[in-house]
């Protein structure tokens, strides 16, 4: 059989309630009251699509041997580069070998649910033994409407394979039309948006049908025998009213997750469908579904390695991770919404030499270091000649990756004057439990958070934006975490 | 085999602009204004200068690079000249290289000297330093700043050694206070008014637990010496010549940042460049037999944690012994007569030279308010980067054949 | 423990080398039955050797009054008796008091 053999998520740790948006811009939108419930997930100013769909792997890849990828698809609407494989530049991050076939699926929020189809179909001809689909998205929006109150950020991971299969794939169907809800053209920032009426009415509420209707024709099953039924859709009142139409009762339909972090693009369908699998048992039938410019239906059945599953954080772990802006002015200056004044002193910035870049790639964009085959001295940044003062040896190194080690916090401050979007600026030196050490800026923290001992774990990062050239760099931050028996949160 | 330098370079002649804000001139003005006094001092012209050492740091934003700013500003004869950088240990850099240059018998007569022009920027502070480190730091050093890793230096040390929070700000603050007395009587520095301790604890922190007294901040200057041997010294009637005894360097190899010993509460190199220099000037008991210092108080951590690398305090312990005024100008080993960085700011290329100045001054018995009674020996340490990654050297003077 | 505070002249710049700092402010803060007093200020690293020190507000907090200018230091400005506060919780209470009261980026426990 083949299916998902390991899920992984990432939600990022901000969230904005959505009553401050309400009260910073409900004078101007008073509409958007009708939308105000619970809070949206947003990035940390270091992150992105690309970032968060790192993250969403690597928490995938727990308990797999990533050594047995062979494919590696990112699905997003909101990629840094049109040019430059991105999928590749995860790829790198998650230090993966060069036999992996890498692709971005984009331009529509079913891009996650495609990949997903065109992925088992590559299992099931036999070309492919396990693929790793992520899909992520940072949807950009303009503020006090409704759409910046529906959408969040988020990214999710899905391993496929045959061994081991926690949910078993039974089939699916695509239906694809050129229906334009909306649109975002090459180079603009912002989608542009049709009428809401007519996006529910001809839109979701007659393509959703039409594929998930022929996926149980297909199959041969009613909607009675799905145990839970996963697509976005957030039109409230349309969601359950496509649902019943197929045949679901309220109980079988997966929530949109409006409340706890709103709809994260194309990553969606698989942030909904893991919310499921996170709660589901054996045998469950679960339906997952992909919105955008048509529409794809997959159906999975749950088996009893769900119960064998290594821990991961996934979307439950990420959803109970959270800190709150403390303003909506914040989040505007995070959106790049409100022009302020970053000063002189931020106006330095190189041009960035990819010589350099693809010479050191696997360090920069991987973490990996050195160990000395000499004597064992893990080391970082990856040298020449061993770092150890009675060794020496000279290029006797093997790979050694840093990304998912423990460390912690050797020495640290918080940096009033460093030119930074969220002073004060953290950093210190963290050093590894099995060796070496680095120097790191911190993130998802605030002073408090942080003490000489503290436990740390990394994440990859955005780290500059040359916005001369448009290149957007990457590199990996340390997050303190509390120390908790038995369970990793973060501080 | 080699016998080190104590001894074989005389000082002849030393010369200081003075420091400040100094919108009124440029790297050229500032570097005449040095040497100027310093040809009169040495009772020299400037057809007997043989051999020149620049030395600035930042030279983008200042003098422009290679030797030819100081050949071109003091019209030397086309003679050989060199630029040297070591970072903030620049200044001591070029009077090394001229201390070398005579005590090797290749000329008779040298000079070194430091200058950094650091307003003309635009912004208060030194240009960004990860921009200019190459293209591969670029791609991942961290967004640091001088205060900030400074900062973890005094976190660790606090840490390592348990004092209590209030207790290390009061020592820092202690360390400021007594260069601020000494600032205020120095017509030369930037900076000259005393300050309390409670004001100096009152300040915002910078860059936790370093506050705004604990930094020291930019500033334009020139310095500059002229060195020669004790037997052209003699030679040219010169009495009771200052000369010098040690002078050392020793810079980090990665094992800080990299390996997995180091406890990031020490400066490795001023430990080991130190010991090497009281060997060099055959110093057994430095708290003893140092009457004065200038170190490198970048930040008031710093100069704390450097009284125990030179082994001036025990370990652990420097922080008692500031705030029992062990440092003051009236104390066992007085530090930072002449103000220190705190009062003279940090123009890079020059502080080394600078603080050699000072040490010359109290020796000859010139240094006015701030005269220190009898004086024997004046180390001068200068510290370059930052504790995990560093180059530090120190220097010793005194009086020839003492 | 008693500590003794000596007033700002409110308005007056301290400067040191790297920037400077003025108190425009004292107030006294009401908690746990006591009251806690805070000065008010402005500073900024314009002149320090990195970073955009373009300035910041914050508040120390001197500590729970016991006795308001009881006397008078040699350089003219009065004397309070105040006793420090170290309790992380009070800290942490104190912190969220002053937010209450004025915009600022740093709360420093003297």
């Known amino acids: ?491 | 085999m080699a016998t080190g330098i104590k001894d074989k370079v005389a000082i002849i002649g030393m010369g200081c602009s003075r420091f400040g804000e100094r919108w009124d001139v440029g790297p050229e003005e500032l570097m005449v204004e040095a040497y100027e006094e310093c040809l009169q001092d040495a009772g020299l012209e400037t057809k007997d200068i043989q051999a020149a050492w620049l030395g600035t740091c930042i030279d983008e934003i200042n003098s422009g690079k290679s030797a030819l700013p100081l050949t071109l500003a003091l019209r030397l004869p086309q003679i050989p000249a060199t630029r040297t950088e070591n970072f903030c240990a620049t200044g001591t850099e070029a009077f090394r290289g001229a201390a070398y240059a005579v005590a090797s018998g290749a000329y008779d007569i040298c000079l070194a000297l430091g200058v950094e022009k650091l307003k003309d920027t635009g912004y208060g502070g030194l240009p960004d330093l990860n921009a200019n480190a190459g293209p591969l730091n670029w791609l991942w050093f961290p967004n640091l700043t001088a205060p900030g890793s400074f900062a973890m230096l005094a976190q660790a040390y606090a840490a390592k050694y348990k004092v209590p929070d209030d207790e290390l700000k009061s020592a820092m603050a202690h360390v400021s206070a007594k260069s601020h007395a000494n600032g205020a009587r120095n017509p030369k520095a930037h900076l000259r008014a005393a300050v309390s301790v409670d004001r100096i604890m009152a300040a915002p922190i910078i860059a936790h637990p370093l506050g705004l007294f604990d930094c020291c901040g930019v500033s334009d200057g020139a310095a500059c010496a002229i060195v020669t041997t004790p037997e052209i010294a003699k030679g040219l009637k010169k009495k009771d010549f200052v000369s010098v005894k040690a002078l050392q360097l020793a810079l980090s190899n990665g094992e800080e940042l990299q390996y997995n010993s180091w406890d990031g509460t020490s400066f490795v190199t001023t430990s080991k460049c130190g010991e090497a220099a009281y060997k060099e000037a055959g110093i057994k008991n430095p708290r003893k037999e140092i009457s004065m210092m200038e170190v490198h108080d970048c930040f008031s951590i710093t100069e704390l944690v450097t009284m125990e690398d030179l082994h001036i305090s025990e370990r652990g312990k420097a922080y008692k012994d500031v705030v029992a005024g062990v440092f003051n100008i009236d104390g066992e080993v007085p530090c930072q007569v002449d103000g220190g960085l705190k009062c003279f700011g940090h123009p890079i290329g020059a502080s080394g030279l600078r603080m050699l100045y000072e040490m010359y001054l109290q020796l000859h018995g010139r240094a006015g308010d701030r005269q220190l009674k009898d004086p024997k020996i004046g180390l001068t340490h200068n510290l370059g980067g930052f504790p995990f990654m560093n180059i530090s050297c120190v220097a010793i003077v005194g009086k020839y054949g003492v | 423990m008693t500590k003794e505070y000596v007033h700002f002249e409110l308005g007056a710049e301290v400067r040191s080398i790297g920037g400077y700092y003025t108190i425009d402010k004292e107030a006294l803060v009401p908690h746990n039955g006591r009251e806690a007093l805070v000065a008010f200020g402005y500073g900024a690293a314009d002149t320090s050797c990195c970073g955009a020190g373009t300035g910041c507000r914050f508040a120390n907090v001197v500590g729970y009054l016991l006795a308001w200018k009881t006397g008078e230091a040699p350089n003219g400005l009065p004397i309070s008796q105040v006793e420090p506060i170290r309790d992380e919780c009070v800290q942490s209470a104190i912190r969220k008091l002053i937010a209450s009261i004025e915009p600022h980026c740093q709360v420093n426990f003297l």
Request: proline letters at 4%.
């Open chain 1, 1 to 491: 059989m083949i299916g998902i053999t390991h899920y992984g998520g990432y939600i990022p740790k901000l969230r904005l309630d959505r009553m401050q948006i309400c009260q910073a811009m409900g004078w101007f939108a008073p509409a958007i009251m009708a939308v105000a419930q619970g809070e949206r997930s947003v990035c940390n100013w270091d992150e992105d699509a690309l970032s968060m769909a790192v993250e969403a792997s690597r928490d995938c890849l727990k308990g797999a041997n990533k050594a047995n990828v062979d494919a590696l698809y990112l699905c997003s609407t909101t990629l840094p580069y049109a040019d430059r494989q991105n999928a590749g530049i995860v790829k790198t991050a998650l230090n993966m070998g060069d036999t992996v076939l890498t692709a971005d699926f984009t331009s529509a929020l079913k891009a996650g649910t495609t990949a997903l189809t065109a992925a088992f179909d590559a299992l099931a001809g036999g070309q492919k033994k396990n693929i790793l689909v992520t899909a992520s998205d940072k949807r950009e929006t303009k503020g006090a409407y409704f759409y910046e109150s529906w959408f969040g950020d988020g990214a999710a991971s899905l391993m496929l394979g045959s061994e081991n299969v926690i949910a078993e794939y039974k089939g699916s169907y695509s239906v694809s039309h050129d229906f334009p809800d909306h649109f975002r053209g090459t180079g603009f920032k912002y989608d542009y948006m049709w009428e809401e009426r007519w996006v529910r009415d001809e839109g979701y509420s007659k393509i959703v049908p039409q594929a998930v209707g022929g996926l149980l024709n297909k199959l041969g099953m009613k909607m009675a025998d799905v145990t839970k039924f996963a697509f976005p859709c957030f039109f409230k009142a349309e969601h359950l009213k496509i649902a019943r139409t197929l045949g679901a009762a309220p109980d079988q339909v997966v929530d949109n997750m409006h409340e706890v972090c709103g709809e994260t693009g194309a990553a969606h369908p698989f942030v909904m469908f893991i919310s499921a699998l996170e709660q589901a048992k054996p045998h469950d039938k679960i339906l997952m579904a992909g919105f955008g410019q048509g529409c794809d239906a997959l159906l999975f059945e749950v088996t009893d390695n769900i119960t064998r599953l290594s821990p991961r954080k996934g979307v439950k772990g990420c959803l109970a991770d959270r800190r709150q802006f403390p303003s909506y002015e914040k989040y505007c200056k995070f959106r790049d919404l409100i022009k302020v004044e970053m000063g002189i002193r931020a106006e330095s910035g190189a041009r960035t030499a990819m010589t350099t870049l693809w010479r050191k790639r696997k360090m920069i964009t991987g973490l990996v270091g050195a160990r000395c085959k000499k004597c064992g001295t893990p080391q970082w940044p990856p040298p020449q000649i061993c770092v150890n003062p009675s060794c020496g040896s000279v290029r006797q190194f093997e790979d050694y990756e840093f990304a998912d080690r423990k460390g912690r916090v050797l020495t640290w401050t918080a940096d009033m004057l460093a030119v930074s979007w969220e002073p004060p600026t953290v950093y210190g030196i963290v050093q590894f439990d099995e060796g070496g050490r680095m120097l790191l800026d911190f993130t998802d923290c605030e002073q408090q958070d942080v003490k000489v001992g503290q436990p740390v774990r990394l994440s990859f990062r955005q780290r500059y934006f040359d916005k001369d050239r448009g290149y957007q760099g990457y590199f990996w931050k340390a997050i303190p975490v509390r120390e908790e028996a038995g369970k990793e949160a973060s501080a």
